[in-house]
Nanobody
Framework: QVQLVESGGGLVQPGGSLRLSCATSGFILDDYVVSWFRQAPGKERMRVSCDSGRNDRTIYEDSVNGRFTFSRDNAKSTVYLQMNNLKVEDTAVYYC????????????????????WGQGTQVTVSS
């Protein structure tokens, strides 16, 4: 069965960095589209990055473009989100999500496009 477990969240000052990890099991990672979402209190869960695996395509939302970097380590079955120059507005619970049959430019843009989710990890950016 497909499983995803996030880690690496925590408290960081504005301008700081964090690296989130999403450990996966139960599937061949590169066969799946994987995205990172975040959800701030009282807000909708929104995608911040999407990677299409074997199609070799990664996209970022405008609010994080240039600051966040998605990567995969297929040997370790792990996905990462490197977050640099963090802002207070980045505070949220971050989730990884995966689906074999979605695509980044279509159904994979929203939560409905994914069958598999991690439990989330809290990122708090504060002075």
């Amino acid at each position: 069965q497909v499983q995803l477990v996030e880690s690496g969240g925590g408290l960081v000052q504005p301008g700081g960095s964090l690296r989130l990890s999403c450990a996966t099991s139960g599937f061949i990672l590169d066969d799946y589209v994987v995205s990172w979402f975040r959800q701030a209190p009282g807000k909708e869960r929104m995608r911040v990055s999407c990677d299409s695996g074997r199609n070799d395509r990664t996209i970022y939302e405008d609010s994080v473009n240039g600051r966040f970097t998605f990567s995969r380590d297929n040997a370790k079955s792990t996905v990462y989100l490197q977050m640099n120059n963090l802002k207070v507005e980045d505070t949220a619970v971050y989730y990884c999500a995966a689906d074999r049959w979605t695509w980044c430019d279509g159904s994979g843009s929203s939560v409905e496009g994914y069958d598999h989710w991690g439990q989330g990890t809290q990122v708090t950016v504060s002075s």
